[in-house]
């Protein structure tokens, strides 16, 4: 075989290759997703149209599933919009907007009043309290836009690779927040934060945390706090010392009714029914005179009946 034509076919299988590897890779990423969206609780996706704009609705099973679909949809360039929710952002070309268990992603440009009347039309929304985990979160340098929501083994495995071998807890309640933060020497910190349902399971895998080297561990009540990536002990423990938990009780019992109430309610009562008793007297006693005069001036009066007038 010439060598030309044996270059040729070496050429061309590069390329199959290059080709093959590509595909490949993008089916991963597809599947990689697809997982990510399913244990964040996809239920439904739709497209609509806002005006002329385009939009992907995605119905989730609750509000947490939302948000973590809208911090992983947003990109390093999105800030904030100004909607009648927190949970909004855009880069000028793409909205993302979190409304209750919706999540909805308009391409293009899109008026604020068609937006937020297409919000509020959407069917089954069902609003719920958000992940406490969120306000666990130092914002103190955080890189914008680089906090994500984990709530299981894909989306760790695809926002904290690094931590992708670890046993956190998912099958037992717990939830993470991971997010990258500035440094002087322009190396980002990676922090992660877990919040367990109990303070014991916290511990329990706050000692399986420190087995790990390269992990800067510290544990504040149910809050797992984990520094990755390298930095130094000084970079780890001032990025830690912000992690501090404080329990937030919510008390939903009805208080007793005041006792001013019903004593007011009372004396209101007795006046009132005095009033309607005094008028029932004076309009007795009206008719039993009227009745009296009626038959002394037509003579129907008996003798017996008569009244004794004395003259003083």
């Not at 044996?6 to 590069?14: C, F, G, L, N």
């Not at 071998?165 to 440094?183: C, H, I, R, S």
Request: charged share 20%; proline share 7%; with cysteine.
């Amino acid at each position: 075989m010439p060598l030309w034509k044996r270059k040729e076919i070496q050429k061309v299988s590069r390329h199959r290759s290059l080709i093959l590897w590509a595909l490949s890779a993008s089916l991963a990423c597809a599947q990689t997703d697809a997982n990510i969206w399913h244990e964040f609780g996809l239920a439904q996706q739709t497209q609509a149209a806002i005006g002329k704009t385009h939009a992907d609705v995605y119905r989730m099973n609750d509000v947490t599933g939302a948000v973590a679909a809208w911090e992983w949809q947003r990109g390093p360039g999105y800030r904030t919009c100004t909607l009648e929710t927190p949970f909004c952002s855009t880069d000028g070309k793409r909205t993302v907007v979190v409304s209750a268990n919706y999540l909805v992603a308009v391409d293009g440009p899109v008026a604020k009043p068609a937006l937020n009347a297409f919000l509020a039309a959407l069917p089954n929304r069902h609003d719920t309290s958000l992940p406490p985990i969120l306000s666990y979160v130092p914002h103190l340098n955080l890189v914008p836009n680089s906090a994500r929501y984990i709530l299981g083994t894909e989306s760790l495995k695809g926002f904290a690779p690094q931590l992708a071998w670890l046993k956190p807890g998912f099958e037992d309640g717990a939830e993470a927040q991971v997010a990258d933060y500035k440094t002087p020497s322009g190396k980002p910190l990676h922090l992660a934060v877990f919040y367990y349902p109990t303070p014991e399971m916290a511990r329990i895998h706050t000692a399986e945390f420190r087995k790990v080297p390269g992990l800067q561990v510290k544990r504040s009540s149910v809050l797992v706090a984990l520094v990755f990536g390298g930095a130094t002990d000084q970079q780890a423990n001032a990025l830690l010392n912000q992690i501090q938990y404080e329990a937030r009780i919510t008390w939903n019992d009805i208080p007793p009714p005041s006792p001013i109430k019903p004593l007011y309610q009372l004396l209101r009562d007795i006046i009132f029914f005095s009033g309607v008793l005094v008028a029932l007297c004076f309009v007795s006693g009206l008719v039993y005179a009227g009745i009296r005069l009626y038959r002394r001036r037509y003579g129907t009066l008996e003798q017996d009946e008569a009244m004794t007038t004395l003259h003083l």
